[in-house]
């Protein structure tokens, strides 16, 4: 796959596993696993990056005893994951258009 990409839809892949709440690095890890395969330092490389951008804002808070840093959304960042929606739908009408011949072998 195209390494551009494949960052683009990692990036969406992060955003959208903290769209419905704040989260960590080991669980959003976790939580996009069933979907992509994503190390722990390409996840931190990933959410610099869209900090960065500003599509999402870091916090940290206490749990048993240490600092978490939680991530979260912003309106740019869901912004983002719509976008990203619109765009794959021009890309999976190419995809249909490109395939079509090999429905009708």
């Not at 069933?34 to 610099?48: G, V």
Request: glycine residues 4%; proline residues 1%.
């Amino acid at each position: 796959m195209d390494i551009q990409l494949k960052r683009g839809i990692l990036d969406v892949c992060v955003l959208a596993a903290i769209k419905d709440e704040d989260s960590y690095g080991y669980k959003i890890i976790k939580d996009v696993k069933p979907y992509i395969e994503l190390s722990e330092s390409t996840l931190y490389t990933i959410l610099k990056r869209l900090e960065s951008a500003k599509l999402l804002t870091v916090y940290s808070c206490e749990h048993d005893g240490r600092l978490r840093k939680y991530y979260r959304i912003t309106k740019a960042g869901l912004s983002r994951i719509e976008t990203f929606k619109e765009e794959w739908r021009e890309v999976m009408s190419i995809y249909k258009f490109i395939t079509k011949e090999d429905a009708n072998e």
